[in-house]
């Protein structure tokens, strides 16, 4: 099933297997834990001690409080990425089987910040000046087959990209970066969403 805060795309299997924590929580605990996770990201402040201190207190132990961070931010992340409303965020996330409370909770605090967040990823944006170069390459992780089953080790390829470019002064900067087949899959969704806007003007 695909989602739009998903890039149109399947969630990811670990997000599938790690949300059923979200159930868990009371939703006035989630509004908070969501609220102290966009803070963190737009203010630069370190709210994960009082992340950890409330969600202890609901049994928590440290790799369950991890996990459930990481389920927030993603479902924060990919809203903001992908301009999602709050009304479709709250059906999606019934979707996925979590409490009616908790989701409408999650996403009354991104509507919240979704200006401020837009502001903060729009500051992340790798910006490339003019292209002087660029070279790729098709990788795998080397693993025994004795470890990991081949078809495993199959999926692990990924992109090796590096690019030269010039600034605004003119000046040639270097830069290397890493792409896994999920994400070239969620870039050209975007790119076909963007098209499929574009096309309308």
């Known amino acids: 099933m695909r989602f739009l805060f998903c890039g149109d ?11 059923a924590l979200l159930t868990k929580i ?3 605990k989630v509004k908070l834990v969501t ?3 966009i803070q963190s990201l737009v203010d630069g402040e370190d709210l994960s001690s009082k992340i950890f201190k409330m969600l202890e207190g609901s049994g928590f132990n440290q790799q369950e409080i ?3 961070i990481s389920c927030i931010t993603f479902i924060i992340e990919n809203s903001s990425k992908y301009d ?3 009304t479709v965020l709250t059906k999606e996330l019934i979707d996925l089987g979590l409490p009616k409370e908790n989701c409408e909770q999650i996403s009354k605090t991104f509507k919240q910040f979704k200006e401020r967040l837009a502001e903060y990823y729009k500051s992340l944006v790798f ?3 003019k292209m002087q170069e660029m070279h790729y390459g098709v990788s795998k992780f080397i693993v025994s087959d004795n470890i990991v089953p081949q078809r495993q080790i199959n999926k692990n390829r990924f992109v090796d990209v590096n690019i030269k470019y010039k600034d605004e002064k003119a000046q040639v900067h ?3 970066f ?3 087949p999920d994400q070239i899959e969620a870039m050209l969704n975007s790119f076909k969403k963007a098209q499929k806007i574009m096309s309308q003007y």
């Open 26 to 28: 009371a939703s006035v």
């Open 127 to 129: 910006k490339v000046g």
């Open 84 to 86: 999602i409303s709050d």
């Open 178 to 180: 890493i792409i896994f």
């Open 35 to 37: 609220q102290y996770i």
């Open 66 to 68: 991890n996990s459930t």
């Open 174 to 176: 270097a830069a290397q």
């Open 9 to 19: 795309s399947n969630c990811p299997e670990w997000f599938l297997a790690e949300s």
